[in-house]
């Protein structure tokens, strides 16, 4: 079984629609939640950390964490096709640094 | 501020041939991560240096893979030999020293291994 389970996609949406993204995880000693969004050809760039549970709000971007369904949860608010690129979930144990990634979700919004 | 950087951005190689692949971090950076991404697959962990020192190398493949950082400063990893399986996109990420700063791991472009 995969440390981190994610939804591949893709996912199309049209230009100000809510995306939702997701990822479930087998490990519970994960306490730090990574989302990243990467663009074609491109090394992943961090959008958001959060710590154990709850949420996280920058822009137009929130991050959701309950660690009791072992569930965590990006959304995007008014979603614009520069938005449009592949979202990876990374995660980690508060002691050590390793990551640990999902596989990606990739996103298109249409204008 | 300069990002993270890689060099080359691609490379071709027979099977059995050497390569040397380098990241530069962000200057000040003490931690600096080796990631791989095979295609398909997520991307998974090889080792973290901080400063000069590995502190931890277990996703490390195994021993045709030597990852160095003469000075804490720039690191390179080298395979030697090439097998088919270490194609793949190699990437590297920084960040800077203490627990919190260490989970804002900054990633460069990455280095497209081909091994044929």
């Known amino acids: 079984q995969k440390e981190v389970e994610q939804d591949p996609g893709p996912l199309s949406v049209p230009e100000g629609a809510i995306v939702s993204l997701n990822c479930t995880y087998s490990?519970?000693?994960?306490?730090?939640f990574m989302w990243y969004r990467q663009y074609s050809r491109k090394g992943p760039e961090l959008l958001m950390y959060?710590?154990?549970?709850g949420n996280k709000e920058d822009g137009r971007f929130t991050a959701q964490v309950d660690k009791s369904s072992k569930y965590i949860s990006l959304f995007i608010r008014d979603s614009q096709p520069s938005d449009s690129a592949t979202y990876l979930c990374a995660m980690s144990v508060v002691t050590g640094n390793q990551f640990y990634f999902g596989t990606g979700t990739s996103l298109t919004v249409i204008p | 501020e300069a990002g993270v950087t890689q060099f080359p951005s691609h490379s071709v190689i027979e099977k059995g041939q050497t390569v040397t692949l380098r990241c530069d971090p962000i200057s000040g950076h003490d931690n600096l991560y080796w990631y791989r991404r095979v295609m398909g697959k997520e991307i998974k962990f090889l080792l973290h240096?901080?400063?000069?020192?590995?502190?931890?190398e277990s996703g490390m493949p195994n021993n045709r893979f030597l990852a160095e950082r003469t000075g804490g400063t720039y690191s390179t990893l080298k395979v030697q030999p090439a097998e088919l399986e270490d194609s793949g996109v190699y990437f590297c990420?920084?960040?800077?020293?203490?627990?919190?700063?260490?989970?804002?791991?900054?990633f460069g472009p990455g280095t497209r291994l081909t091994v044929t």
């Open positions: 990420a920084s960040s800077q020293r203490g627990v919190l700063a260490s989970y804002e791991q900054y």
């Open positions: 240096f901080v400063k000069e020192s590995k502190q931890d």
């Open positions: 490990n519970s000693a994960f306490q730090y």
């Open positions: 959060t710590y154990s549970s």
